[in-house]
């Protein structure tokens, strides 16, 4: 029951997807939720590359085709991400002690730091997947790396990272992935990409390649952080997402099978 609990808190977080929340809300329902997100992020990542296919096929240049993806996978989730991305930039950037670096982070504006960062997630995002999807079943390989990316979270919310702050998302999950589960979450996700680069064509090492560039990009975030901050909050998790999801698409599409 916790597992579809689990399901229902991660749709309801990290989606636009209507869903009634789950009855209660403690740390084996966060696990599963940190753990499935993956899965729940799938509905929106679907529609986005539909919508690519569809423009693609319209003979749309790949740029546009990209920035309709893109814009669909922000509306989708909120843009929360995004804003997470945004937060973190400035928090790591403010020069400021871990107490107001928080502070800066919790404030509803976005500094010229913040803003560069999304800027840049968001073009290279859209460059490559329009370019993706200019392959054949470019669409399906949009849809795992999308749903690949939420796997970052399991790594922000593994066992032995603390919270930042005693309140808020990042201390519900924080350290409630266990290391087995993140790294098995990790692996999973790549090998889904491995299948699909063997359906396509596409040279074996491409997915460890990018699985594991991703990897470092994220613990390295992760780390400073930690180092940072003092701990995760449910800015960093964020902004965990949208380093893996713009690092897996660009090295996806920098390869041509």
Do not use: N, Y
């Amino acid at each position: 029951m916790s597992s579809f609990a689990g399901l229902r808190l991660a749709v309801g977080l990290l989606t636009v997807v209507p869903v009634r929340p789950p009855e209660e809300i403690g740390r084996s329902q966060a696990r599963a939720a940190m753990l499935l997100a993956p899965v729940a992020v799938l509905p929106v990542a679907l529609v986005a590359a539909a919508v690519g296919w569809v423009a693609t096929l319209s003979g749309m240049p790949s740029a546009l085709v990209g920035v309709l993806v893109v814009a669909v996978l922000a509306f989708g989730t909120r843009a929360m991400h995004l804003d997470g991305l945004a937060d973190t930039t400035d928090g790591l950037g403010s020069g400021k002690g871990a107490e107001q670096a928080l502070e800066i982070m919790k404030r509803g504006d976005i500094g010229p730091m913040g803003t560069v960062a999304v800027v840049l997630a968001l073009g290279a995002q859209a460059l490559a997947a329009g370019a993706i999807l200019e392959r054949p079943l470019g669409w399906a390989e949009v849809v795992v790396l999308v749903c690949f990316s939420r796997a970052a979270l399991t790594l922000g919310c593994a066992d032995g990272v603390p919270a930042a702050r005693p309140g808020g998302l990042g201390a519900l999950v924080a350290g409630s992935v266990p290391v087995p589960g993140a790294v098995a979450s990790w692996l999973v996700a790549g090998s889904c990409w491995q299948v699909l680069g063997i359906v396509t064509g596409q040279p074996w090492w491409l997915s460890v390649t990018g699985s594991a560039l991703t990897l470092l990009g994220c613990i390295w975030l992760l780390t400073r952080c930690v180092r940072r901050f003092g701990g995760i909050t449910g800015d960093v998790l964020g902004a965990l997402v949208e380093v893996a999801a713009s690092v897996l698409l660009v090295v996806a599409a920098a390869v041509r099978g």
